[in-house]
């Protein structure tokens, strides 16, 4: 009988410890024992079939710590990793790209991962961040139960030079030219360019394109969007088609003046061959003058 009372006694003991053991309050606030069937696993996981954690089915007790779960893997009683970044440039420029060096002390392997939280300002390819579009991006190393952010401002790429291939130009009022430049760097983000003139009576232009109007001079200046700016003069003259007839006029009158030089000079040829023919003409009636009148002689004679 007082076995019996002594055995029923160590059960209501064991019965009470184990309800006390549920909840027990400390310093720092409550801790829960939860007393289930089950055993560990070679994963370090616990079943609980019946639920008693309030976990489900499966959770864990690391460390001899309270009944918990490892959301994503992760261990929440494990040390929180270092990361610690070794280089990487705060901007980059638009179509840029860079290599983010960093490292991980962890229990772990100490792998990682890089997020960005816009992908259309940066894109992520392994450890490559590609400069997508104009803004901030704010980028996330990952590791086991850590993380580390930075942020990295994109910006454009600013036009350098405005390359002149002509400086000066003429052009016939009328007439009409593009002028033809070079825009540096050549992956420029922003390429528009503003035309001014500053005597449009004299030269008009219109993205590139000048107009020669009136007589006169003006400065064409182009500029773009950061400030980077040329000049090219342009001369606009008028072409007098009075003194293109005037010259003409003068040919014609020294073409006139050389035919009447030549038309004297023949006459002159002509008279010359004329006085000629005249001479030999007196010459020989002459010698038969002479001859007849000694044959007229020479029978007298013989008489």
């Not at 006139?256 to 005249?278: A, L, P």
Request: charged share 20%; proline share 1%.
């Amino acid at each position: 009988m007082k076995h019996t009372k002594r055995i029923f006694l160590i059960w209501c003991m064991t019965i009470l410890f184990i309800f006390v053991l549920e909840k027990i309050e400390n310093e720092n606030g409550c801790f829960y024992v939860e007393a289930h069937s089950g055993k560990t696993d070679s994963s370090g996981g616990h079943k609980d079939n019946q639920n008693k954690s309030g976990l489900g089915s499966y959770h864990y007790h690391c460390g001899g710590n309270t009944a918990h779960l490892h959301t994503n893997g992760y261990c929440p009683y494990d040390p929180e990793d270092t990361i610690t970044i070794n280089n990487y440039s705060s901007t980059m420029l638009l179509g840029e790209s860079q290599e983010v060096s960093y490292s991980i002390s962890s229990v772990s392997s100490g792998y990682g991962t890089l997020t960005s939280d816009n992908e259309n300002v940066i894109s992520v390819s392994g450890n490559k961040l590609i400069a997508k579009g104009e803004g901030t991006a704010v980028i996330t190393i990952n590791s086991y139960n850590s993380q580390k952010q930075f942020n990295i401002e994109v910006k454009p790429v600013l036009v350098s030079n405005i390359k002149v291939l002509e400086e000066k130009i003429d052009l016939q009022v009328g007439e009409s030219k593009v002028i033809d430049i070079v825009i540096e760097p050549d992956n420029a983000t922003n390429k528009v360019l503003e035309w001014k003139s500053d005597n449009e009576n004299v030269v008009s232009v219109s993205d590139g394109k000048i107009v020669a109007l009136n007589e006169g001079i003006a400065n064409i200046v182009v500029k773009s969007t950061n400030g980077i700016e040329k000049k090219i003069i342009v001369t606009s003259y008028i072409v007098i088609t009075e003194k293109i007839e005037t010259s003409i006029t003068t040919k014609s009158t020294e073409k006139t003046t050389n035919s009447s030089e030549d038309s004297i000079n023949v006459e002159e040829e002509s008279e010359s061959v004329e006085s000629e023919k005249t001479s030999s003409s007196f010459i020989v009636g002459g010698l038969m003058l002479s001859g007849f009148v000694g044959i007229v002689m020479v029978k007298k004679r013989k008489k």
